[in-house]
């Protein structure tokens, strides 16, 4: 017979590798599927995101159950969990995945609500946020990019999406108000359309300056008596470019 501690051992650990199996298959997209490489995400948000501040439980949740390699070129997709941003093509980037979920996280962003995000580029970030639930207007000024991350969020299952190819200075005025806006390039400074078209009581959440790679993120806050903005950190986004970019096709950069 074995000693009692040595079976107590045994079933501690056969209890721990079940929890922990469980732990990578249960998190589904709310698209109803499980994506694959589910362990390096979880390996990516323990590492490089709970282990920093990144605490808002359905956050933690939405960056576990997006599969961001589907939203990268084949080239960087082996190394779509790894703790920095990734060129996509057209001089753009994927932002840092801890970047992302600290953007989502200063949004505050409830189920149900709508949000607009500026700068689709691969659409990732637009699926993070449909994962809480909300309803996402994204606008991308180079069409290739939109039609391509477009392409990719119905392939996955993501139906509370809508994808514009536009410039977007202009943000989304037939959409408005947003409870929250989320802006992924870097405008020099705060276009005045954005935040009118801020909901009272939503965040819009920004890089802003006119130095290339190096710009302060900042959260706008709008109440009734208007808008109250608050310096988080520096950051390095692509510049948000005026007007709007149709080339597509394999021939495009
Ligand atoms: N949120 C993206 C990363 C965006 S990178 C993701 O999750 O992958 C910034 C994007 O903003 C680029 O695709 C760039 O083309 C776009 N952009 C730049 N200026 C813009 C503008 N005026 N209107 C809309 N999109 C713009």
Do not use: N
């Not at 929250?180 to 870097?186: F, G, S």
């Amino acid at each position: 017979m074995p000693r009692p501690s040595l079976l107590l051992l045994a079933l501690a650990l056969a209890c721990a590798c079940r929890a922990k199996t469980a732990t990578v298959s249960e998190v589904h997209s709310v698209t109803g599927r499980a994506f694959e490489r589910a362990s390096e995400r979880h390996r990516m948000v323990d590492g490089q995101l709970a282990a920093r501040d990144i605490d808002d439980a359905e956050v933690l949740r939405a960056m576990r159950a997006v599969p961001r390699h589907r939203f990268m070129p084949e080239a960087v997709a082996a190394r779509a969990y790894e703790d920095r941003a990734q060129a996509i093509g057209h001089e753009v980037t994927i932002s840092q995945p801890y970047i992302v979920a600290l953007m989502t996280q200063t949004a505050d962003i409830e189920a149900g609500e709508r949000v607009l995000e500026v700068g689709t580029g691969s659409g990732y970030q637009a699926a993070v946020l449909a994962e809480l639930g909300a309803q996402v207007y994204t606008i991308e000024r180079i069409e290739a990019l939109a039609d391509r991350a477009a392409a990719t969020l119905r392939e996955l299952g993501y139906s509370s999406i809508e994808v514009r190819h536009g410039d977007g200075y202009a943000g989304w005025p037939e959409r408005a108000p947003f409870d929250a806006i989320i802006v992924t390039a870097a405008p020099p400074e705060l276009p005045r359309a954005l935040t009118d078209q801020l909901a009272i009581g939503g965040k819009l959440v920004a890089p802003v300056g006119r130095h290339v790679g190096w710009q302060q993120l900042v959260v706008i806050e709008r109440s009734e008596h208007g808008l109250e903005r608050e310096k988080l950190l520096d950051v390095a986004f692509v510049p948000m470019l005026p007007g709007l970019d149709s080339s597509r096709g394999p021939g495009s950069k």
